[in-house]
């Protein structure tokens, strides 16, 4: 019985890599219009949001590709017993390389069956999502042939599918990393001081493609769907291709070419996910949009455009009052609302940052702008810092201020991200000590409203409780202060 079954496991496993995207080549001669009407599982929206999937997600973030700042423990395991923290692992790649192929695997082993398991999946369903958005790197599918990397997560995506469509959620497999790297982010596997090194061989854009129709076909075969039906709901090509760095035509060529593969290798009319690659809302308003033809009845590419949004990533936007932080949200929720004319669009994702505090989330060995830290201390405006970080992920020093500050943020977008395009995911679920990007324990401490739709602060895009004068700003106490409070107060009573 048991070699029957394992029989049977080893001819879906090889029917399903047998076509490993070799046999056919990027295929110039179909015509993409023939691909411009797809039907699609969930229904088209282009403007009409009333009729389609509305997305309430989250990621399982740093699960099946690493980021230093999720899971320091796994990191820090890395520094030689020297104790030279130069020589630790800064990124999944040199995770694999510090410890060599047998010790990551071992590790990365133990991560993949801890880190996320059945209950977390039945947990998120009943926090009220309807989907997850799963990063992974290329690796788990095929490597460049000096890749240190180890395979194996493909193993535990599938598990991870399994487990949704029992509890009813739908997934989006989302590409995080492809050879060379799309950004120079540790995110993507491979840190290269925030330079990509995608585009530098045509070998690199040649793997991404091959990667892709490995998962068209195996995640988008009719044998899939006969087994999990739309569970699948969507494969994001490349997740933040750093536009501003890369070669943008190029980009848009490797778009149209995974479209085109996706519907060739895949049975099924997936959505398929093009990040912005960091360009505004409405750059991508003429890529495959096929819209106007039939008032009512649209052409249909089933595509859908994913933005991220974060304020944290420079002193700018750092050293705002809370009310302009609120403002950025309509602002930006409305570009990307005009933007739904042409295509469906969701903010995929975004945290709960007011700070970029969390330890090592501007890269391992990197400081905080709020700090004013290495490298972010010769900028003009962070010659004086904006506050201390010390205890960012230390629950009880958090103060009224950032608690309601908090709140109110996640509230604002999640009635802007609801109301004027398809939807939402948040970065990320779970982490090992950060706070601001932890979905599990913003709902514990009820800074993330449970149900979604409860509101303490923001109804109709507006905050019913403003804030008022000096404490617009965000100015949490540091340690110092904290234990003055405590003396002060252990002195008055
Ligand atoms: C996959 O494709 C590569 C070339 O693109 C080829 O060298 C390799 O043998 C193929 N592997 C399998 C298992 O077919
Ligand atoms: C390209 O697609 C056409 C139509 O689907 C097919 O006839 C042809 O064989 C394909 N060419 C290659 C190189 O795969
Ligand atoms: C593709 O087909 C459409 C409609 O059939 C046609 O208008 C268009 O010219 C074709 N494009 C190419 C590049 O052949
Ligand atoms: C995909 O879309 C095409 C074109 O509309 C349609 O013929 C086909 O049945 C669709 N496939 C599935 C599995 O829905
Ligand atoms: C939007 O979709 C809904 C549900 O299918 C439909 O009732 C409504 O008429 C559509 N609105 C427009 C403007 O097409
Ligand atoms: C990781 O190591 C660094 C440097 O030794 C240390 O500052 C930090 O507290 C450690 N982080 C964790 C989560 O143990
Ligand atoms: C720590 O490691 C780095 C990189 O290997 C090396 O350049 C440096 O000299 C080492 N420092 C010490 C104190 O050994
Ligand atoms: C890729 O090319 C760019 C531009 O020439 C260069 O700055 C970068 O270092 C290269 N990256 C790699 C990994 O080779
Ligand atoms: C971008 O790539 C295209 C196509 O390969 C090429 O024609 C163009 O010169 C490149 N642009 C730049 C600025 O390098
Ligand atoms: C995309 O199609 C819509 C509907 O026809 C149109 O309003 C919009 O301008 C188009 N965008 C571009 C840039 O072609
Ligand atoms: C798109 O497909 C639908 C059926 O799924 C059909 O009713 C409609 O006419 C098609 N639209 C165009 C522009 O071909
Ligand atoms: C923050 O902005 C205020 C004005 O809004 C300015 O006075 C202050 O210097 C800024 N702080 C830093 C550290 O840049």
């Known amino acids: 019985m048991i070699s029957f079954w394992c029989l049977l496991l080893w001819i879906t496993t090889t029917l399903a890599f047998s076509n490993n995207g070799s046999s056919v080549q990027s295929n110039s001669t179909v015509n993409i219009t023939s691909f411009s009407n797809v039907s699609s599982p969930f229904g088209y929206t282009n403007g009409n949001t009333s009729n389609s999937f509305h997305y309430r997600g989250v990621a399982l973030g740093g699960w099946l590709l690493l980021e230093p700042w999720i899971t320091p423990l796994l990191f820090n395991a890395t520094i030689p017993a020297s104790g030279n923290t130069s020589e630790m692992a800064v990124d999944e790649y040199t995770f694999c390389q510090v410890l060599?192929?047998?010790?990551?695997?071992?590790?990365?082993?133990?991560?993949?069956?801890?880190?996320?398991?059945?209950?977390?999946?039945?947990?998120?369903?009943?926090?009220?999502?309807?989907?997850?958005?799963?990063?992974?790197?290329?690796?788990?599918?095929?490597?460049?042939?000096?890749?240190?990397?180890?395979?194996?997560?493909?193993?535990?995506?599938?598990k991870v599918i399994n487990w949704l469509h029992k509890y009813d959620l739908k997934v989006w497999i989302d590409v995080h990393g492809v050879p060379g790297s799309q950004n120079?982010?540790?995110?993507?596997?491979?840190?290269?001081?925030?330079?990509?090194?995608?585009?530098?061989?045509?070998?690199?854009?040649?793997?991404?493609?091959r990667v892709l129709r490995k998962i068209y076909t195996r995640y988008g075969s009719s044998e899939f769907y006969s087994q999990y039906g739309d569970t699948i709901l969507g494969i994001e090509v490349?997740?933040?291709?750093?536009?501003?760095?890369?070669?943008?035509?190029?980009?848009?060529?490797?778009?149209?070419?995974?479209?085109?593969?996706?519907?060739?290798?895949?049975?099924?009319?997936?959505?398929?996910?093009?990040?912005?690659?960091?360009?505004?809302?409405g750059y991508w308003d003429p890529f495959l949009n096929s819209t106007g033809s039939e008032p009512g009845r649209l052409k249909n590419y089933n595509i859908l455009i994913d933005h991220h949004h974060y304020e944290v990533f420079s002193a700018g936007e750092l050293n705002s009052t809370i009310s302009t932080h609120l403002n950025n949200i309509r602002n930006y929720a409305m570009g990307i609302q005009r933007e739904?004319?042409?295509?469906?669009?969701?903010?995929?994702?975004?945290?709960?940052?007011?700070?970029?505090?969390t330890p090592w989330l501007n890269s391992v060995?990197?400081?905080?702008?709020?700090e004013g830290t290495f490298p972010?201390?010769?900028?003009?405006?962070?010659?004086?810092?904006?506050?201390?970080?010390?205890?960012?992920?230390?629950?009880?020093?958090?103060?009224?201020?950032?608690?309601?500050?908090?709140?109110?943020?996640?509230?604002?977008?999640?009635?802007?991200?609801?109301?004027?395009?398809?939807?939402?995911?948040?970065?990320?679920?779970?982490?090992?000590?950060s706070i601001e990007w932890d979905f599990k324990k913003l709902a514990k401490y009820e800074l993330f409203p449970q149900p979604f739709s409860k509101r303490q602060y923001i109804v109709d895009?507006?905050?019913?409780?403003?804030?008022?004068?000096?404490?617009?700003?965000?100015?949490?106490?540091?340690?110092?202060?904290?234990?003055?409070?405590?003396?002060?107060?252990v002195f008055l009573f």
């Open 100 to 158: 060599g192929k047998d010790e990551a695997l071992k590790r990365l082993h133990n991560h993949w069956t801890t880190f996320y398991n059945e209950s977390d999946i039945q947990d998120i369903k009943n926090y009220g999502f309807n989907m997850v958005r799963v990063p992974i790197g290329y690796w788990a599918f095929e490597m460049l042939p000096d890749d240190p990397y180890v395979p194996g997560a493909r193993e535990y995506l599938d």
């Open 184 to 209: 120079g982010f540790d995110n993507s596997g491979r840190f290269l001081n925030n330079t990509p090194g995608w585009q530098n061989s045509t070998e690199n854009i040649d793997l991404s493609h």
């Open 238 to 281: 490349v997740n933040e291709p750093m536009g501003p760095k890369l070669n943008m035509t190029q980009v848009a060529d490797f778009y149209e070419k995974s479209y085109k593969d996706a519907r060739v290798y895949s049975d099924t009319n997936n959505t398929i996910v093009f990040h912005d690659a960091f360009q505004p809302a």
């Open 340 to 357: 739904e004319q042409s295509h469906p669009a969701v903010v995929g994702e975004w945290s709960a940052a007011l700070t970029d505090c």
């Open 365 to 370: 060995h990197f400081g905080t702008r709020w």
């Open 376 to 433: 972010y201390t010769n900028k003009p405006i962070n010659n004086k810092y904006l506050g201390k970080c010390a205890n960012i992920n230390n629950w009880d020093t958090w103060s009224k201020q950032h608690k309601r500050f908090t709140r109110k943020y996640i509230e604002m977008q999640l009635d802007q991200y609801e109301s004027k395009m398809n939807g939402w995911i948040f970065w990320t679920y779970k982490t090992e000590n």
């Open 461 to 489: 895009g507006v905050d019913t409780k403003p804030e008022t004068g000096a404490s617009a700003r965000l100015t949490p106490k540091d340690s110092v202060t904290v234990l003055m409070v405590m003396l002060l107060a």
